[in-house]
């Protein structure tokens, strides 16, 4: 940290105290129940309740949107969410819930909404007064995006929209959406436009929200669908037929290679457990029996802890690089390798952690008996979601392979 510290403009020293200062002087008192281990594995409005006002807190003490204009809500400042991000997770504060809002909403209602939009909208998603959800992936959209098929009908100034997302994280409590829609059939790229959609104040009437249960019994994600909803013509974001472009903004800023920095996802739960972070493996490994010892007595074992380890820490030393110019020369690179090579690793650790665990690691995270409160397993299982989530890593192996080391396209 001190290394960041010295990096600092005059700006974002003065910035940094500011955080460091609020946060010593403003604990969080703790949650009233289980946090879930990310923002998209949300389930009860207890937990959103308590994180939402953590993160109207950290608004109201200008942690969130710093760098956006002070007429959109934000601070005016330069360079500044980098640091509240390092300060925020330095103090081990939990995730901010509207994440799919803050890390691709508004930079791209930033980016191309009218002024009215960024302004009428914008301060309302930093507080967390309204929480955002992404719709673009559809049932037969998801890799090839540009299949999208939910149409949007121009009727004068306004637009009637029908069809069907799917995999739409937090659409169980969001008020509005990011929408990528057909708006002509005849033409694939150039067809699609970007709209926002108020979806909350029409639920039950031209939107339905149905939650969808994973594997762990959360309920992360939805199907939604839309019935002839009409909204005005100012909540498109972009030109007619641009859609495909506008999404490229949030896109890129889900992969976190955008141009406007965003809050980071952050941690769930009690910061003291290092879930999913390979060297929380340590203290599993001391504390898990083994043969009358502990798994930690294991040479074998201690030598793949170290490997992940070894990994982990390669891939955090590799992001630092984003601060050489010289090897930035295609803003995708480092974004994309550390999405890749941290989920990999992220379920690479869980599954060790199941193994040291042994049969105990069968318990669900519900189960008294379950060792740390059943999280490794609960990780592992979630850990599937993030290789695809945003793009499968596949994906971005075909991106990195094709645009970033220029080698041929795949068919
Ligand atoms: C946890 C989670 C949260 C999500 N949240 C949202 C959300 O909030 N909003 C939203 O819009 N979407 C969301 N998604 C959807 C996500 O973007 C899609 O699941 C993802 O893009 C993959 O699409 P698909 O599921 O249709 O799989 P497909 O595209 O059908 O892919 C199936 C398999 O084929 C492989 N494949 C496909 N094409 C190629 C190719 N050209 N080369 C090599 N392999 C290929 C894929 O890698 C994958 O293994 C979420 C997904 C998850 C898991």
Same mark, same amino acid.
């Given at each position: 940290?001190?290394?960041?510290?010295?990096?600092?403009?005059? &700006?974002?020293?003065?910035?940094?105290?500011?955080?460091?200062?609020?946060?010593?002087?403003?604990?969080?008192? %703790?949650?009233?129940?289980? =946090?879930?281990?990310?923002?998209?594995?949300?389930?009860?409005?207890?937990?959103?309740?308590?994180?939402?006002?953590? $993160?109207?807190?950290?608004?109201?003490?200008?942690?969130?949107?710093?760098?956006? !204009?002070?007429? &959109?809500?934000?601070?005016?400042?330069? %360079?500044?969410?980098?640091?509240?991000?390092?300060?925020?997770?330095?103090?081990?504060?939990?995730?901010?819930?509207?994440?799919?809002?803050?890390?691709?909403?508004?930079?791209?209602?930033?980016?191309?909404?009218?002024?009215?939009?960024?302004?009428?909208?914008?301060?309302?998603?930093?507080?967390?007064?309204?929480?955002?959800? *992404?719709?673009?992936?559809?049932?037969?959209?998801?890799?090839?995006?540009?299949?999208?098929?939910?149409?949007?009908?121009?009727?004068?100034?306004?637009?009637?929209?029908?069809?069907?997302?799917?995999?739409?994280?937090?659409?169980?409590?969001?008020?509005?959406?990011?929408?990528?829609?057909?708006?002509?059939?005849?033409? #694939?790229?150039?067809?699609?436009?970007?709209?926002?959609? !108020?979806?909350?104040?029409?639920?039950?009437?031209?939107?339905?929200?149905?939650? =969808?249960?994973?594997?762990?019994? &959360?309920?992360?994600?939805?199907?939604?669908?839309?019935?002839?909803? +009409?909204?005005?013509?100012?909540?498109?974001?972009?030109?007619?037929? *641009?859609?495909?472009?506008?999404? $490229?903004?949030?896109?890129?800023?889900?992969?976190?290679?955008?141009?406007?920095?965003?809050?980071?996802?952050?941690?769930?739960?009690?910061?003291?457990?290092?879930?999913?972070?390979?060297?929380?493996?340590? %203290?599993?490994?001391?504390?898990?029996?083994?043969?009358?010892?502990?798994?930690?007595?294991?040479?074998?074992?201690?030598?793949?802890?170290?490997?992940?380890?070894?990994? $982990?820490?390669?891939?955090? *030393?590799?992001?630092?690089?984003?601060?050489?110019?010289?090897?930035?020369?295609? !803003?995708?690179?480092?974004?994309?390798?550390? #999405?890749?090579?941290?989920?990999?690793?992220?379920?690479?650790?869980?599954?060790?952690?199941?193994?040291?665990?042994?049969?105990?690691?069968?318990?669900?995270?519900?189960?008294?008996?379950? !060792? %740390?409160?059943?999280?490794?397993?609960?990780?592992?299982? @979630?850990?599937?979601?993030?290789?695809?989530?945003?793009?499968? @890593? +596949?994906?971005?192996?075909?991106?990195?392979?094709?645009?970033?080391?220029? =080698?041929? #396209?795949? #068919?």
């Amino acid at each position: 940290m001190s290394e960041e510290r010295s990096r600092d403009t005059p &700006e974002q020293a003065e910035f940094r105290s500011h955080c460091r200062a609020w946060l010593t002087a403003n604990p969080l008192p %703790d949650a009233p129940v289980r =946090l879930p281990q990310s923002a998209i594995e949300i389930m009860h409005t207890a937990q959103l309740d308590y994180l939402r006002e953590w $993160q109207r807190l950290a608004y109201a003490a200008g942690l969130i949107g710093c760098d956006y !204009p002070v007429a &959109e809500g934000g601070g005016g400042r330069k %360079d500044c969410q980098i640091v509240a991000n390092q300060e925020m997770q330095r103090a081990g504060r939990p995730f901010l819930p509207n994440i799919l809002g803050l890390g691709m909403a508004a930079p791209t209602i930033h980016l191309h909404g009218t002024q009215t939009v960024r302004e009428t909208l914008l301060p309302r998603l930093f507080s967390c007064a309204d929480i955002w959800c *992404q719709g673009f992936s559809e049932p037969g959209a998801g890799s090839d995006l540009a299949n999208v098929q939910t149409f949007a009908e121009r009727r004068g100034e306004r637009w009637v929209i029908n069809g069907h997302k799917v995999w739409t994280s937090l659409a169980h409590f969001a008020d509005w959406m990011i929408l990528l829609a057909r708006s002509d059939r005849t033409n #694939k790229y150039e067809g699609m436009t970007y709209f926002v959609v !108020p979806i909350k104040a029409e639920l039950g009437r031209a939107v339905t929200v149905r939650p =969808l249960i994973k594997i762990t019994g &959360e309920t992360g994600f939805n199907e939604v669908f839309f019935d002839g909803l +009409e909204i005005p013509d100012d909540y498109r974001v972009g030109a007619v037929g *641009q859609g495909w472009q506008v999404a $490229q903004t949030t896109l890129l800023h889900e992969r976190g290679a955008g141009p406007m920095v965003t809050p980071s996802s952050g941690r769930g739960g009690d910061p003291d457990r290092q879930i999913a972070d390979a060297y929380g493996l340590i %203290d599993l490994a001391r504390t898990s029996p083994r043969a009358g010892k502990t798994a930690a007595d294991d040479p074998v074992l201690r030598d793949r802890i170290m490997q992940l380890i070894i990994r $982990q820490e390669g891939s955090r *030393q590799g992001a630092r690089r984003a601060r050489v110019p010289a090897l930035c020369e295609h !803003p995708q690179r480092i974004p994309l390798q550390a #999405k890749l090579v941290m989920s990999e690793i992220r379920q690479d650790a869980c599954a060790l952690a199941m193994e040291i665990q042994g049969a105990a690691s069968s318990f669900a995270f519900s189960d008294a008996n379950a !060792p %740390d409160g059943g999280e490794w397993a609960l990780g592992y299982m @979630n850990s599937y979601g993030v290789t695809i989530a945003a793009g499968t @890593n +596949e994906i971005q192996r075909n991106i990195l392979g094709e645009r970033v080391l220029g =080698l041929a #396209k795949s #068919k």
